[in-house]
Every structure is written in structure tokens, then in C-alpha cells.
């Protein structure tokens, strides 16, 4: 009879269902792989059951670490489960379930993840959050709606003193389904150092290890997603009692590494606090320590909590204000008490809210945008990284060829050029539109257009020969080489015209003996001077120094004037008469400047009268 129940007893006496602590979360998010983390009131034999097409025919089995309590503010013991997912394909979504003693955990279809992949991206960044406040609330479902490819936390995740308690009340049980199905990448704030120097912070996280020191691993680690390359780092370690040594060693070396378009460093404490710690010794290390190597490498953009606020800065460099530089933003309203806000002379805009960032990423640009407990979004910046591919992508903005001349109208074509779209309102042209300023050997161009892919500006009239052009964002800048000529004669579209400024065509055409007006740039130099951007006087008249002709056909025409328009900017004009007795019909029309052809337009002459 024993042996018979024996026998029986898996049929008579099931296994009991694990108790969950931890609902299953995405750790370490890669191209080939991923880990999930669970726990469980029982030690059993865990495993992750995966697939691609539903089969859940991949497995990979977890491992199990005991937690006894009660060290570390741990009420109840727990069992936690490790599962690495390896050689997955990259951009590739999978689904996954988590079987305890042969049970399934997860019968709900949520979960799923997708692996990482070149191209555009989306994250939130939110920090200071864990205390359970009607704000950390509200978030909450806000940012489950974003459906982010990744979630990065800055710091103070459990308050008051990140104890495994804490973590479970305060983070896990407001994100479990979120974390089910996106990968969170978090830094310690010093609230998880109050115990035990991070421990329940360390235990419940499993991060990137490739290059951390080993005594250092989970403290502080990097990752690459789409062209954006991650640092993640513990400012704690820069406080009394601990060292920063091999941090700030791996930092430089990780910098050194990267050859990603875009840095982007995150960690708690902010090296420009405004008023609620404008004297924490570990703000001003991180300002320090941090920023000299952050800044020194080209990162473009830092995101800190500590400050229970949104900051967001102007771009800086050594603290001083600069045209392109780093640009710095704190998100600490994730749910923490807030902080009172202060305006500064190097802070773009400052408010104390409850808030998250929303982030769109790719190779050209990062956008950034703060969103309130309205789900409105109340602060928005783009970072554009410029791109210009050769200098024939910098041409006359009449011809499009890549051919420049002093004063000319030029345009630029590439990627990453400015951050939004924007047009000069009015003379003087300004140096600056959009955030962009393009600089010749170091002299700094007014522009008359913006853009992403294009921006028009002005070359000076005294620019010499081979020279450098530079487009500067906040967020970088490229270079491109570019030849200068003494002319580079082209006419606009259109740009032959009757005294009445109507233009030449063959419903109106040209008559013999008429005055035309053809509008061009790249004439070179004139017999005045002239600020650059600034209107041209209609009195003096500024005549070009080069010999110019009107070519009509095999006729060629010398013209009544050849100079730069009154009241325009880079815009030359010439005036030519129709000779009495050209013939009617269509004729070919260019014009040359000290032998340098323009493109040709055609018009029409009508038959004298």
C-alpha cells in the first residue's frame, strides 16, 4: 500500500504553487540576449521557457540565490531566480514564460520583449520616485502608456533608506508591468546607500559587467542601444568613505572606447544644484570629477536627479555657458517630496513637478521631452548632432553647384544640422538660427535659413580663398574643407526679370531695348564695404570689382550695372539692355564674372515693335 501512494502522490498531492515576490523583470537588455529576475517564497527549480513563434521551445535555466533576512530591512526571506537568455537574434521580438517546478508563473500573453537594434529608439527617465506619493501614482500610468523601448532610473528609488522592503512597496509593485516586457537600467541614489551601502540595490540588479572591476560590478557599468552609448554611474562613491578611484579610471577608459554618435551619462547627483543642495560635497565632486571627463570626451547630454525638480540647463562647458557644449538635465520628480525652484543665469527653464523625460533617439537627433501629471508635455529639446558629408554638399544657393565666391548665398546639405525649423526675420540676419551657428575660418556666418537637412548662409565679402566651414550645434559640430573663388556666378530660378519686377516669360517677354534685371549671387567682391549681414545701401551703389558680361545666344552684352541689390542681403543684380535688333525668339542667357560661367536660363525676346 506505501509503495502505491508513492506512487500516486504526485497525482494525489500536486506541487504547490510558488509564492511570487518579485513579479519576472527585463535586466541587461542586449542585441543577443537578455536576463530576467524573479522571486519566490519557495526554493524550487526555476527555468525561462522562450520563443520567437510561441512554441516556448527555448529554455534556460535560473539560477537561485537565498535571501534569509532579516539583513537589509528584509521583513520575510525570499528565493531569487536568475535566467540569462543567450544567442538571441537582435531586433527580434520574443515571447517567455517563467515555469517553477514544471508551473507556469506568467499565463498572462504581456510577456514579451524585443531585443535591441540599430536605428530610431524611444526611453523615459524619471528618478527620485519611491515613496509611494499621490504623484509616483499618478506617473505610474502614464508611463506604461509610452510603451519606451527602455526605462533608465537616476537614483532614490526606494525611500527612506532602500531596504528590500522599500524596494518591493516602492518600485516593484508600481512597475512589475512595465518591467515585465522593457528593461530598466538604474543608478543608486543615496537614499540606497543608507543600507548596507546599496546592498538590496545591488542584490535585486543585475547589470552589464563587461570591464567594471569586479568589486565595483552593478555600482556603475555602460551599454550601447541604436547609435546612443550609455554611462551609468555611482556618485555615491565620490562621498567620505568610499573611493571613486577605479570609477573615474573606467570612465575615461570606457570614453576612450565608444565610437558612438551619441554619449549620454547618467547619474544621481547633480554638479549644479540650484538650491536644495547647493552644499553637498557630492555635487561638487561629481562637478569635479565627473564633468571634466564627461565634457572631455564629447558626452552630450547628463541626466541627475537629487534635486526634487526638472532643470534643464543651457549648454555648458566647464560651467560656463558656450555655444556648443553639454547639455544637462535633472529629473527628480518622479514621486519624491518636491524641491523649490530658483531661476539661474546657466538654466534654460526650472519647475518643480512631478514629471518623467520622454526621449526619442537616432543617429542625427535627441529629443527630450518633460511630461506632468496632465500628460502634457511642459519643456521640450532637441540635440542635434551635425553631419555634412563632403564640401560639395556646401553650394551656391542659386545653382546648387559647388562652386563659392566672397559674399555669396550659400547652402549647406546634411544631417543633424539644427534642431527644428527656423527662417531669419528680419536684417541684420542673425548668427544663430535654431540653435546652429556656421563659422569660415573662425568667422562666424549670418544665416538666413535652418533646418535639419539645410541651412542657407552668407559668405563674407573679404573671404579668401581655401578655408574651413564649420556648423556648430549645441550638441557637436563638422567640418568640411571648402575652395573659394574669386567669382562663382549663378542666377536664381526666375531670376530674369522686367523693370517691374514681373518676370520674363513667354507670356511676357523680353522686348528690344528693354532694361531686364537678372538677379544673382556669387558675383565676388564689390567697391564698398559692407557688414556682413547686414542690408545693402542704396546709396552708395556697391558695384562688383570683376568684369562681367550678359551672354545672349553667341551675343555677348555689357551690362548698364552689375552690383548688389539695395536693400537685400548676398543678392547681386545686373542690368542689361536688349540689344534693338536681336531677333525674335528664345535665347540662351548666362552671365560671366572674370570668365566664370552661371548657370544658363532661357527667355524669350518678342519682335520689335
Request: proline content about 8%; charged content about 15%; glycine content about 8%.
Amino acid at each position: 500500500m506505501l509503495l502505491v501512494l508513492c506512487l500516486l502522490a504526485p497525482a494525489l498531492f500536486p506541487a504547490r504553487a510558488a509564492t511570487v515576490v518579485h513579479n519576472p523583470y527585463l535586466q541587461n537588455m542586449r542585441a543577443d540576449g537578455v536576463t530576467i529576475v524573479w522571486s519566490t517564497r519557495e526554493n524550487q527549480s526555476g527555468a525561462v521557457e522562450y520563443s520567437i513563434d510561441g512554441s516556448y521551445s527555448l529554455r534556460a535555466t535560473a539560477r537561485v540565490r537565498s535571501f534569509p533576512g532579516p539583513t537589509g530591512g528584509l521583513s520575510r526571506p525570499f528565493y531569487q531566480y536568475q535566467a540569462d537568455l543567450t544567442g538571441l537574434a537582435p531586433a527580434t521580438a520574443y515571447s517567455y514564460r517563467v515555469m517553477m517546478d514544471g508551473q507556469n508563473l506568467t499565463p498572462e500573453p504581456e510577456y514579451r520583449f524585443r531585443t535591441t537594434a540599430p536605428g530610431p529608439f524611444s526611453f523615459l527617465v524619471y528618478g527620485d520616485s519611491g515613496n509611494g506619493s499621490d504623484g509616483q501614482q499618478a506617473l505610474t500610468p502614464l508611463m506604461a502608456a509610452e510603451k519606451p523601448d527602455l526605462v533608465l532610473h537616476v537614483g532614490d528609488i526606494a525611500y527612506e533608506s532602500g531596504t528590500f522592503d522599500e524596494f518591493q512597496a516602492y518600485y516593484f509593485s508600481f512597475y512589475s508591468t512595465i518591467m515585465r516586457r522593457v528593461p530598466w537600467f538604474t543608478v543608486p541614489g543615496n537614499h540606497e546607500y543608507l543600507t548596507l551601502a546599496g546592498l538590496p540595490y545591488l542584490s535585486l540588479h543585475a547589470t552589464p559587467t563587461d570591464t567594471v572591476p569586479p568589486g565595483d560590478r552593478g555600482r556603475y557599468y555602460s551599454f550601447d542601444w541604436g547609435d546612443v552609448h550609455f554611462i551609468a554611474l555611482d556618485s555615491n562613491l565620490l562621498g567620505v568613505g568610499y573611493s571613486a578611484r577605479d570609477e573615474l579610471a573606467w570612465l575615461e577608459s570606457d570614453l576612450s572606447r565608444t565610437t558612438a554618435k551619441w554619449k549620454v551619462a547618467f547619474f544621481h547627483h547633480l554638479p549644479y544644484p540650484i538650491l536644495h543642495h547647493l552644499t553637498d560635497p557630492i555635487c561638487q565632486a561629481t562637478r569635479e570629477q565627473f564633468v571634466p571627463v564627461l565634457e572631455g570626451h564629447g558626452v552630450q547630454l547628463v541626466l541627475t536627479g537629487h534635486e526634487h525638480n526638472y532643470q534643464r540647463s543651457k549648454p555648458l562647458h566647464g560651467g560656463a555657458v558656450v555655444a556648443s557644449g553639454t547639455q544637462y538635465i535633472t529629473t527628480g520628480g518622479g514621486g519624491g517630496t518636491l524641491h523649490d525652484v530658483v531661476p539661474k543665469e546657466f538654466l534654460v527653464t526650472q519647475k518643480a513637478v512631478f514629471h518623467y523625460l520622454q526621449v526619442q533617439a537616432d543617429a542625427t537627433h535627441i529629443t527630450i521631452r518633460a511630461i506632468g501629471l496632465d500628460n502634457k508635455e511642459f519643456d521640450r529639446v532637441t540635440l542635434a548632432l551635425p553631419a555634412v558629408a563632403s564640401s560639395e554638399s556646401v553650394v551656391n544657393a542659386a545653382s546648387f553647384a559647388p562652386a563659392l565666391a566672397p559674399g555669396e548665398l550659400v547652402s549647406i546639405f546634411g544631417s543633424g544640422l539644427a534642431a527644428d525649423t527656423s527662417a531669419a526675420a528680419s536684417l541684420p540676419l542673425p548668427n544663430v538660427l535654431s540653435g546652429t551657428t556656421v563659422t569660415l575660418n573662425g568667422t562666424v556666418l549670418p544665416l538666413t535659413y535652418a533646418s535639419s537637412t539645410q541651412i542657407n548662409a552668407l559668405l563674407p565679402l573679404d573671404a579668401q580663398a581655401n578655408g574651413t566651414l564649420r556648423v556648430a550645434t549645441a550638441s557637436g559640430f563638422a567640418e568640411v574643407p571648402v575652395a573659394i573663388s574669386d567669382t562663382a556666378p549663378a542666377i536664381f530660378p526666375g531670376g530674369i526679370l522686367h523693370l517691374d519686377n514681373t518676370p520674363v516669360s513667354s507670356a511676357s517677354p523680353a522686348r528690344p531695348g528693354e532694361v531686364l534685371v537678372i538677379y544673382m549671387t556669387g558675383l565676388g567682391q564689390v567697391d564698398g564695404g559692407l557688414i556682413n549681414g547686414q542690408a545693402t545701401p542704396a546709396s552708395p551703389l556697391l558695384r562688383v570689382l570683376a568684369p562681367v558680361a550678359v551672354q545672349m545666344g553667341d551675343l555677348s552684352v555689357a551690362p548698364a550695372f552689375a552690383g548688389l541689390t539695395p536693400g537685400s542681403v548676398g543678392l547681386y543684380q545686373v542690368n542689361v539692355v536688349v540689344p534693338q535688333d536681336l531677333p525674335p525668339k528664345v535665347y540662351p542667357l548666362r552671365v560671366s564674372a572674370k570668365g566664370n560661367l552661371s548657370n544658363t536660363l532661357n527667355f524669350q525676346v518678342q519682335p520689335r515693335n
